[in-house]
């Protein structure tokens, strides 16, 4: 069920988790206060007994109310399967082995290449109707499986198409920066200079991502070859991001900062001297606790010394068919406690107000305040600790997204006038 509300509406007899700063507590928790809509907006936040009785009224009953949530870092539109590599790993394979296999992220490049428009499509909007129903509101989409200007421009466009199809905010990042592909192979410098000078310069001219992105490691792109792409972005005035410190301390991290970028994202070598470069420029500290536990890393992030430099840290599911085949925000917040000790307040800040500052978008979401988008989520649950700590059970009762409603499980609990 989907309905559009264009009347000032009040949501009454809920337990709003405002998640907003200036309100007393680690939730910014209001009891006995109104959520009032109108249209796609949150009109404010007022005490239930100063509500004017003609206005039309949707009683909670008692129910949880978060932000909507924000998966800030997803690689989601990809053609083509890989647990085949997987069990390659599990029955000794090295990544070498893989990769000579026709393996790694070039498997993906070679299905994402042949795949149609529509096969890319239906294969995205499948994974994003699983999110919805977790009460997602906001996806950061990547591209960085087409690796030449044909293929990632069909991966932006599918992108583009899936806006007009679901009810969500999705955000467009171009990563034509992911690998270097296999026509360019052992040629990574000329690769990036065919990204710096003709793929992100046309697709930019054309509208299609509102960000960049680089893999910056050993693998991948070192930093002087990552600067170039920096620069070229600020040239363009394209906001930057990247995937940092994920298998070394190649020090992205701290050059992103430099660049005032939006988001480091992976940091399990950062240093203290990259922390002190995110905080002063800053910059959200991404985690994505999945990709670890499925490539059973050892080394954490440092979660201590973000928490001491006051960087902001945001979660994400990082969502892709290599190194993290996991669609479940609710699951990567409980790895992000389980794993990397993080609070649950700080892991519902990380998939509401700082994932929205991730993405720039902390003046319009991530938290339940005057003026942001009516994105909010309805949960049968009493403390918000209870959404992360058993991700797969089915409480969601409404998602509100620009004013739009849904409903998931148990709505005859439920008033729906």
Same mark, same amino acid.
């Given at each position: 069920?989907?309905?559009?509300?264009?009347?000032?509406?009040?949501? +009454?007899?809920?337990?709003?988790?405002?998640?907003?700063?200036?309100?007393?507590?680690?939730?910014?928790?209001?009891?006995?206060?109104?959520?009032?809509?109108?249209?796609?907006?949150?009109?404010?936040?007022?005490?239930?007994?100063?509500?004017?009785?003609?206005?039309?009224?949707?009683?909670?009953?008692?129910?949880?109310?978060?932000?909507?949530?924000?998966?800030?870092?997803?690689?989601? *539109?990809?053609?083509?399967?890989?647990?085949?590599?997987?069990?390659?790993?599990?029955?000794?394979?090295?990544?070498?082995?893989?990769?000579?296999?026709?393996?790694?992220?070039?498997?993906?490049?070679?299905?994402?290449?042949? #795949?149609?428009?529509?096969?890319?499509?239906?294969?995205?909007?499948?994974?994003?109707?699983?999110? %919805?129903?977790?009460?997602?509101?906001?996806?950061?989409?990547?591209?960085?499986?087409?690796?030449?200007?044909?293929?990632?421009?069909?991966?932006?466009?599918?992108?583009?198409?899936?806006?007009?199809?679901?009810?969500?905010?999705?955000?467009?990042?171009?990563?034509?920066?992911?690998?270097?592909?296999?026509?360019?192979?052992?040629?990574?410098?000329?690769?990036?200079?065919?990204?710096?000078?003709?793929?992100?310069?046309?697709?930019?001219?054309?509208?299609? =991502?509102?960000?960049?992105?680089?893999?910056?490691?050993?693998?991948?792109?070192?930093?002087?070859?990552?600067?170039?792409?920096?620069?070229?972005?600020?040239?363009?005035?394209?906001?930057?991001?990247?995937?940092?410190?994920?298998?070394?301390?190649?020090?992205?991290?701290?050059?992103?900062?430099?660049?005032?970028?939006?988001?480091?994202?992976?940091?399990?070598?950062?240093?203290?001297?990259? *922390?002190?470069?995110?905080?002063?420029?800053?910059? *959200?500290?991404?985690?994505?606790?999945?990709?670890?536990? =499925?490539?059973?890393?050892?080394?954490?992030?440092?979660?201590?010394?973000?928490?001491?430099?006051? *960087?902001?840290? %945001?979660? #994400?599911?990082?969502?892709?068919?290599?190194?993290?085949?996991?669609?479940?925000?609710?699951?990567?917040?409980?790895?992000?406690?389980?794993? =990397?000790?993080?609070?649950?307040?700080?892991?519902?800040?990380?998939?509401?107000?700082? %994932?929205?500052?991730?993405?720039?978008?902390?003046?319009?979401?991530?938290?339940?305040?005057?003026?942001?988008?009516?994105?909010?989520?309805?949960?049968?649950?009493?403390?918000?600790?209870? +959404?992360?700590?058993?991700?797969?059970?089915?409480?969601?009762?409404?998602?509100?997204?620009?004013?739009?409603?849904? =409903?998931?499980?148990? +709505?005859?609990?439920?008033?729906?006038?």
């Amino acid at each position: 069920m989907n309905a559009a509300n264009t009347e000032t509406r009040a949501w +009454i007899n809920g337990k709003l988790v405002s998640m907003d700063p200036s309100v007393d507590g680690e939730y910014g928790l209001l009891e006995g206060y109104a959520l009032l809509t109108e249209g796609g907006l949150i009109k404010g936040v007022f005490p239930e007994e100063t509500l004017n009785p003609a206005l039309k009224v949707t009683d909670l009953r008692g129910a949880l109310v978060t932000p909507g949530f924000i998966d800030c870092h997803t690689h989601l *539109v990809f053609a083509g399967k890989r647990a085949h590599e997987w069990e390659m790993r599990l029955n000794g394979a090295s990544y070498e082995d893989i990769a000579a296999a026709g393996g790694g992220i070039q498997s993906t490049v070679n299905a994402s290449r042949a #795949a149609s428009f529509e096969e890319l499509r239906s294969a995205a909007m499948k994974r994003l109707e699983a999110m %919805a129903g977790e009460g997602v509101c906001t996806v950061e989409i990547k591209s960085g499986y087409g690796l030449d200007l044909e293929t990632e421009r069909k991966l932006l466009l599918v992108i583009k198409s899936l806006r007009e199809g679901c009810n969500m905010d999705l955000a467009a990042t171009l990563l034509a920066a992911h690998s270097v592909p296999a026509e360019f192979s052992g040629r990574a410098a000329a690769y990036m200079d065919e990204v710096c000078g003709r793929i992100m310069p046309e697709l930019w001219k054309e509208g299609l =991502f509102e960000a960049a992105d680089v893999f910056c490691e050993n693998v991948a792109f070192d930093v002087p070859m990552t600067e170039k792409l920096f620069r070229r972005a600020a040239e363009l005035g394209i906001p930057v991001k990247g995937h940092n410190e994920q298998m070394s301390n190649t020090g992205g991290s701290a050059l992103l900062a430099r660049y005032h970028g939006l988001s480091s994202d992976h940091l399990e070598n950062l240093d203290e001297r990259g *922390v002190k470069a995110l905080s002063e420029a800053g910059t *959200v500290a991404v985690l994505l606790p999945a990709a670890f536990y =499925f490539l059973k890393c050892t080394r954490k992030p440092p979660v201590e010394l973000l928490r001491k430099h006051d *960087v902001p840290i %945001a979660v #994400a599911t990082d969502y892709n068919p290599g190194t993290s085949p996991f669609i479940s925000l609710r699951l990567a917040m409980n790895m992000a406690c389980t794993l =990397f000790g993080l609070k649950p307040a700080e892991a519902l800040a990380g998939v509401t107000r700082n %994932a929205a500052r991730a993405l720039g978008r902390q003046d319009c979401c991530g938290m339940l305040k005057s003026g942001f988008r009516a994105d909010f989520d309805v949960w049968d649950a009493e403390k918000p600790a209870e +959404i992360i700590y058993e991700p797969e059970a089915k409480l969601l009762l409404r998602r509100v997204c620009r004013g739009r409603e849904e =409903f998931y499980t148990h +709505i005859q609990k439920m008033s729906q006038e």
